[in-house]
């Protein structure tokens, strides 16, 4: 063919590709390359959160991040308020423990149909106010306009100590995999009703052991590729060490309890990496520290970049696909 | 009636009220009850921006808004993407302007249906980066989902100096009320196409001689009643001197053109208030200052609480009725 036609046909393409075939990665990067990242910009587009500096703060970088929760999307039309407020204020949490940062304050944009009852949008905002005060979180304002359905749109902004947040780009080969909590309980209902791992989140950046950190909110083998394709390692999942959570176990649908625990979104658990020299010390220390939330050696890094590979109970190492949720084009393991 | 009788029906009234019935404002002020704010908050719900403060910034404080742009509401379907993205950094943009603050950083949560053009996308990407990098505003992240129509939620992060952010709760009775610009043009185009008013809004807090400002989002009159009402005064608009836009000289759809000024939401101006006796010094600086900008004195504040007048070329006072635009309730002046 011409190279003419060619071109011609290759910018048709692009003209008529939808963010459903491009998919939400492949999405960001591209927009990402529009927007210019200067101004006291530590950590931009990419990571859980983005982390900025001012002159004039001599101690703490901020940390900003926002979260979308949709009717039909991240929670069902009948769906509890109080649950839904919740899990809006809880997904930005979730973001802020994952650089290890401390909670300060949230804007809220309020997206509702216009015959929505005052009750339901209250009971909503009673669920944001007690999830973020636990967390020591203020909701100092927002927007609300009407719309299709209702949605929530959270903007926290955290703190960390200049210079510490945990990134998702930290890891090196060897480092050890941990993850805490269980995993595979989101469609039984986790993903309205878990708790966010900011105690944790903190006390893993303040104990400086932590090489990466990310939350795990797309799926653990999804997530864990992230941190393996930023960090420029590879990954090796020991399966037998995954901590299958008991709603996972019961196992409808078809799917392996295991296949839940690797590749649902929305556990809201932490997966972070620590050097080999300083695991058993952490885990030491955490059972001390957290006698309710369990911690579990997962895996390890390795050289092979982007390369995910799980080890079964019968040794052989298999390359794991890639299984998480990806907006626009959805999930189907 | 009973009293359990009418305490029922009272109770199943609220049960039944929707936000329509209710109304933007009432709801927020419903919202602001479950919200408690504590935690370095200097200016909470109700105001343009939220104003925060942290112990180890010694000189600024941080200003915090954010705001929606939804298809249908905000802009029409066949919109032009640039100008969609324009829009959506330019009003959180003009809310930093109200309080006098300059722009750092935002987050964008894009929300759009899964067939939707990359093309598109990134047309209103290039927008929002446009209007944001020549106004110092660097988007350093957000979060993308899947959704029935599309809307960009904007948050974005500014500064200002210790204790020195304008509020619209510091007028008082005498103070001169001036507005930006002129008023108006919105239905003709301008709602997407303002400059958001930065430079005057930083200039003006500079000077330390405005009282209080707001920007002109929900209509001339509805937006001085709101300055009015949180100042604890009244206000008395001189219809002479409104700068009534060329695009509302236009006429269209059988209203008068100071009808358009005074109620047609999204102008995008700032309006502030200045004590008397500062008032000539402000103006003969502003016109050395901004030259293609104008700045009119539009009336003066009252001693009438929430009691906003106008007066017209025959002298007579009539009290204005309140048609600024509300969400949820809408506009029909």
Same mark, same amino acid.
């Given at each position: ?39 006291? /910009?530590? /950590?931009?587009? @990419? ?31 009948? *769906? ?14 979730? =973001? ?5 940062? *401390? ?43 009407? @719309? ?25 080969? *060897? &480092? ?39 939350? #795990? ?46 590749? =649902?979104?929305?556990?809201? *658990?932490? #997966? ?35 390369? /995910?590979?799980?080890?079964?109970? &019968?040794?052989?190492?298999?390359? #794991? ?10 999930? =189907?393991?």
């Amino acid at each position: 063919m011409p190279e003419a036609v060619t071109e011609f046909l290759n910018a048709e393409c692009l003209l008529m590709t939808t963010i459903r075939q491009l998919g939400e990665r492949a999405l960001i990067k591209r927009l990402g390359r529009l927007l210019p990242q200067t101004r006291g /910009v530590i /950590v931009g587009i @990419g990571d859980d959160c983005a982390i900025v500096r001012t002159v004039s703060d001599k101690s703490y970088d901020l940390v900003l991040t926002s979260d979308p929760v949709i009717e039909g999307v991240h929670f069902a039309a009948g *769906e509890k308020p109080l649950l839904v407020g919740r899990k809006a204020a809880g997904r930005v949490l979730s =973001d802020l423990a994952a650089v290890g940062a *401390e909670p300060l304050w949230a804007l809220v944009d309020l997206v509702a149909p216009a015959d929505t009852p005052v009750t339901k949008i209250e009971g909503i905002y009673r669920g944001l106010a007690g999830m973020a005060g636990r967390h020591g979180l203020t909701i100092v304002g927002g927007d609300t306009a009407g @719309g299709a359905c209702l949605e929530l749109h959270v903007f926290a902004v955290g703190r960390v100590p200049h210079g510490r947040a945990i990134l998702r780009s930290g890891a090196k080969p *060897e &480092d050890v995999v941990f993850v805490t909590g269980s995993l595979g309980g989101s469609r039984a209902g986790k993903h309205l009703r878990f708790e966010p791992r900011l105690a944790q989140g903190q006390w893993i950046r303040a104990r400086g052991a932590a090489s990466s950190m990310i939350d #795990l909110s797309d799926g653990m083998a999804s997530d864990l590729r992230r941190v393996a394709e930023m960090s420029g390692t590879g990954a090796l999942i020991n399966l037998a060490g995954i901590p299958v959570s008991t709603e996972a176990m019961k196992g409808k649908g078809g799917r392996s309890p295991l296949s839940h625990a690797l590749f =649902d979104g929305e556990d809201y *658990e932490l #997966l972070f990496t620590v050097p080999v020299r300083k695991a058993a010390a952490l885990e030491r220390a955490w059972r001390t520290k957290f006698t309710t939330v369990r911690l579990s050696r997962v895996g390890s890094m390795t050289a092979g970049r982007g390369n /995910v590979k799980c080890v079964g109970p &019968d040794g052989r190492h298999t390359l #794991l696909k890639d299984g998480g949720y990806e907006h626009f084009i959805g999930s =189907d393991t």
